[in-house]
């Protein structure tokens, strides 16, 4: 025996510190951090990842054994258990939410109960209740039989009570068993070959191949991609050249093996096996070049640099050519995005210049094909199921290091990397790019900024309307800053125009919620061929639902909030909840027939054009449409092919989207974007009226933006139609310097949820006490925040104003043990708190 090695283990659980286990001699040599082993805690056994290897001053009497090593190597590499300590010291969030984020199902483990029968031949038996008896019976066939299957509901009382009695009389024992969740069999694709696809292919080798069927799996497969775009990463379903191409196993093997056909394991949403060269790169205007130029040298001497270029300026260009220098230097890139539904334009212009080289890690892959590329990027490529050996991963020929792009939300900060040499944070100013449920809370940009540091690769933030902490940051020197102020070739900025919406309606120059300048403008614009952008950030049909006699308004009776109209079905929805009920006939509170429908949502927009303007096609790009898997896709395309020539969205609308011929954008109601309760109001309002009137006019002629607002005499205005962006930063550092609000300061915001309100109170009250006492008037609250009840839980929220002099750690600390207390108050343990750091 050698001396004892001890290690700690983080696991899945909300467990605030690492375990200590001791490892037997066997698996010594093989312990590394970021390992997934299996240990004992508890009764159970439980998979962890190895935090610490060699824990000082410990008894082995009373340290339990590590059991087994699940994968040869380690799962999580050292930069990312860096960065989960940050993220959880950083965010107050345990290793094992970090964990939970991290690691994709194909690498997790699951636990199964099974009731096992304890004597082959059944003794005699006492008497026992008839649930008990049956119970038995049905463990006794089966030998054994998985907990589940065993109770009518889980956690049934009746049937727990009877399997207890069964474990008391030592008939029956529960025994736990660990496996590794089950990932759906990895499906197959195929792709043409890029010699086929080139002028004359087809031709060639269909006079090559005189198999009949083969001819016409081929020809079906050519179709189908050339139909995607031609590209050759795009790739078809074996499922679908079975069926629709009339192929057959034979057929596909045997045009596998004359090459014709590339067998790949992935999805062309995904990336695929060839090792592509670069396509061409556009060559850059001479303030992009001068751009670049200045980028490299900032990126070489600061950790972050900003790229702050107005709409359409060209910052995608430049991405390219940085990224292309990035490859050339052997190392990945990642690429954030702040909602990956959104992307296919970008994805499209990356895959353009670098193929099968970029690939896309997003919610609609299927767990084994996020597997796959979580494995490849760690270096397992391919081989990533090794222990499933029911369902192996077809070979593919793709490097085992996985693709050299990675195109992701921020959930992208999480990935493997190992030879990562450029991080590009894109819009970084989205607020999306915050997590706000479930733990870990964080911020995509500032999590990338931090694994930037850690593994010493540059990052690029770019917008055309940066964060104001951003941009901050950028003018103190912290960060290096490079500003395009025009847009790119002949393209100018938009020239924008208020609609007064009161004196509209006073002179009667208002048709519904339109002004008549802005129908006018829509008419003229399609008349002349151009697409229309019309912005409205509420969905549905009308945000109320109002007696107009007694002013009763229709609410959620598990939140405290109005329900939305919706055209759809003729209901009424909760936002929060999902909560739908029927349109009421008459009011239930006056039984009077007045009930109208107040406020605009974007169906009613779409309605209401509509009929004013009967020639328009009209598409709407909102979370109501955007819900399938291709929804967002298929709007944005039949937009970008001019199938419908007006858009009419949400915040979605305002995001990166690049279309040849939208010259007119219409904000229908401005004022419901500035008169939000929030510090961060009138930034959210600026960025999005920037954002979304910069869809317009981006080639040749001249874009034209239409506010409509009650108060066009507002400052805000006044900035987003000159575009200045200096003029809206310098008015609202001010404010947030003089208010003590980020970045001059840190919030924290502590929410307290419970269904019943007392309990509530009762935590927040002792919570704010003890903090109080610590922190003094740092602390705000409690205060029901605007949503006061959601899904039948009661909110209260504390908010801690932390200025920038003192040390956020140390608050942490505090907040950390005031929890803990307030958690063993009598009645407070089952309130839930949840701390939210930087929230947004
Ligand atoms: N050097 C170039 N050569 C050819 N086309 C260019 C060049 N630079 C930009 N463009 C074109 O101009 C348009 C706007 O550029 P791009 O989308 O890159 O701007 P952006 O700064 O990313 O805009 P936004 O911030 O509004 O999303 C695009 O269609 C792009 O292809
Ligand atoms: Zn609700």
Sequence with gaps: MGTPLYISVVLPLALSTPYTYAVPEELKGQMVRGLQVLVPLGERLQAGIVWQVGVNGL????????????????????????????M?????????????????????????????????ELPPLPSMPFLAKEMLGRVQLAKELKLELLLPVKGDRDYMKALKHLMDLGLVALEERIRRKSTPRAKIYYQVPRRCLERGGLKEVLQNVKHKGQHRAFAYAFSRI??????????????????????????????????????????????????EEIGQLTKLSAPQQQALEQLQASMRTHGVTLLHGVTGSGKTEIYIHLIAKTLAQGKQVLYLLPEIALTEQIIGRLRAVFGSRVGVYHSRLSDSERTSLYNALRGMGGRGNHHDTSSPI?????????????????????????????????????????????????????????????????????????????????????????????????????????????????????????????????????RDNYQVILFQNRRGYAPYCQCADCGWVATCPNCDVSLTYHRVGNALHCHYCGHVAPLPLECPECHRHSLYLQGLGTQRVEEELTQLIPTASVGRLDLDTTKGAEGAQSVIGQFSDGEINVLIGTQMVAKGLDFSRVRLVGILNADALICMPDFRATERAFQLMAQVG??????????RVLIQTQRPEQPIFTWVAQHSYTAFYQNTIAEREALGYPPFGHLVAIMLRHGKQERVDAAAAYLAGYLR????????????????????????????????AKSLAAVRGILLQAITSTRAQKGCSTVKITVDVDPV
Excluded at 442 to 467: D, E, F, K, Q, S
Excluded at 696 to 702: K, S, Y
Excluded at 773 to 793: H, N
């Design 59 to 86: 008894d082995s009497r009373t340290v339990r054994k590590v059991q087994a090593i699940l994968d040869p190597t380690p799962v999580v590499l050292e930069g990312q258990l860096q960065l989960w300590e940050w």
């Design 88 to 120: 959880a010291e950083y965010y107050c969030c345990t290793l094992g939410d970090m964990v939970r984020a991290t690691l994709p199902a194909g690498l997790r483990f699951d636990r199964d109960a099974y009731v096992c029968a304890c004597y082959p």
């Design 226 to 275: 050339v139909e995607m775009g031609g590209a050759t990463m795009a790739s078809i379903s074996r499922g679908e050249l079975l069926t629709q191409g009339q192929a057959t196993p034979g057929i596909l093997s045997a045009l596998e093996k004359k090459g014709l056909l590339i067998r790949t394991s992935f999805d062309s949403a995904f990336y695929t096996a060839e090792n």
């Design 394 to 526: 077809p070979e593919t020929s793709s490097s085992p290091q996985g693709p050299d792009i990675i195109l992701c939300a921020r959930s992208g900060v999480l990935l493997p990397f190992s030879r990562l040499g450029l991080v590009i944070v894109d819009e970084e100013h989205e607020m999306s790019f915050k997590q706000s449920s479930p733990a870990p809370r964080y911020h995509g940009r500032n999590a990338a900024i931090v694994l930037g540091r850690l593994l010493g690769v540059p990052v690029l933030l770019g917008t055309a309307t940066p964060a104001v902490e951003s941009y901050r940051n950028a003018l103190e020197g912290k960060y290096g800053l490079v500003e395009l102020t025009g847009r790119y070739g002949l393209s100018m900025l938009p020239e924008v125009e208020l609609v007064d919406m009161a004196e509209a309606r006073a002179k009667n120059l208002a048709r519904g919620h339109f002004s008549v300048v802005l129908l006018d403008a829509v008419e003229q614009a399609l």
């Design 694 to 703: 910069g869809r317009a006019g981006r080639r040749e002629t001249l874009g």
């Design 773 to 804: 006492q610590q922190l003094g008037d740092m602390v705000l609250g409690p205060q029901a925040p605007l949503l006061a009840r959601v899904c039948r839980e009661f909110q209260l929220q504390i908010l801690l104003k932390i200025p920038l």
